[in-house]
């Protein structure tokens, strides 16, 4: 279980998050939603630990955040950022390995190994495994990156905007895949996406934000709805019943 408890940051005079509260519940897929400069982004990274905030508390487990040493934490939550930093003139093995750091601390052992081919086969990228991550397509870096955090054996995964660089299929393909290893594995997953539909198809709950505030949270079909697209984006939808979930589309 994941809960926020009154979370605000700000950067100087501007408030990017003012008191957010909500809970996450374990194994559960959760997509953020909200326009440009909602807050999205802040709100993941502090969850992550990558960024402090100014006040509340993040709670994991039944235990603040902060509490946990800094393998700990890394033990229990893996994210992905936007933009990866990483040398991309590497494998995409010795990329996966990388999420075995918290564990082997660069000294990988058998266990690792199986974890990191596992990983793998997971996200079908062991096919071309030893290729240099520059040499790969948007789709199959992006699997590659999955597969490194998810070699990471963390019950937590927060992904920021992972579906950026990929077409429509490709996004498709990669929420799919993530959202079936998450049921096998248990794994509670947040992600930030901006199509609409993508975040019906798959998620659990919704979390949206304006402004820097919680504007809705719920099911999809809570969030799913005229009503409330049009007070988060302020753009007038329809919305259809397909299947069990609603989809939308701008008038």
Known sequence: MIEIRNLSKSYGSVKVLED??????????????????????????????????????????????????????????SILKQNNNIDLNITVRDLVG??????????LNKTDLDIINQSLVSTQTLEYADREISKLSGGQRQRAFLAMILAQKTDVILLDEPLASLDLKHSVDF?????????????????????????????????ALKNGKLQACGC????????????????????????????????
């Open 98 to 107: 990388f999420g075995r750091f918290p564990y082997s601390k660069g000294r």
């Open 220 to 251: 999809v079909d809570d969030v799913i709805s005229k009503d409330c697209l049009y007070d988060i984006f302020g753009v007038e939808f329809e919305v259809e019943s397909f299947g069990d979930r609603n989809v939308c589309f701008i008038k």
């Open 175 to 207: 929420v799919n895949m993530l959202k079936q290893i998450c049921l096998e594995e248990n794994k509670t997953v947040v992600m930030i996406v901006h199509d609409l539909n993508v975040a019906a198809m798959a998620a659990d709950q919704i979390i």
């Open 20 to 77: 957010i509260n909500l809970k996450i519940k374990p194994g559960s897929f959760n997509m953020i939603v909200g326009g440009n400069g909602a807050g999205k982004s802040t709100l993941v990274n502090i969850v992550g630990s990558l960024l402090d905030r100014d006040s509340g508390e993040v709670i994991l487990d039944g235990k603040e955040v902060s509490e946990y040493s800094r393998d700990e934490r890394a033990q229990k939550i």
